[in-house]
């Protein structure tokens, strides 16, 4: 995330807007997880575990939406 959603004020690494002082610390956690299970999702992949690659990439898109989330997703329905 580059921008507030709601001030449009540009965003550092700190957990709240310098702006307005909207709090961001559950959304970066949350993105901080998503990261993580498609990191897992890839693993699993690379261990020939399609299921589980999945399931942890689908979790990941669920968390936050990134074209490599969805490009994992893609790869791993396709036949």
């Given at each position: 995330?580059?921008?507030?959603?709601?001030?449009?004020?540009?965003?550092?690494?700190?957990?709240?807007?310098?702006?307005?002082?909207?709090?961001?610390?559950l959304?970066?956690?949350?993105?901080?997880?998503?990261?993580?299970?498609?990191?897992?999702?890839?693993?699993?992949?690379?261990?020939?575990?399609?299921?589980?690659?999945?399931?942890?990439?689908?979790?990941?898109?669920?968390l936050?939406?990134?074209?490599?989330?969805?490009?994992?997703?893609?790869?791993?329905?396709?036949?």
């Amino acid at each position: 995330m580059e921008r507030c959603p709601a001030c449009r004020g540009r965003l550092a690494q700190e957990p709240a807007c310098p702006r307005c002082g909207c709090d961001f610390t559950l959304v970066r956690r949350a993105q901080a997880q998503a990261r993580q299970l498609l990191v897992r999702a890839l693993r699993a992949w690379a261990d020939g575990d399609l299921g589980k690659a999945a399931a942890l990439a689908q979790a990941a898109a669920s968390l936050e939406r990134t074209r490599l989330a969805a490009s994992v997703l893609r790869a791993l329905r396709s036949p």
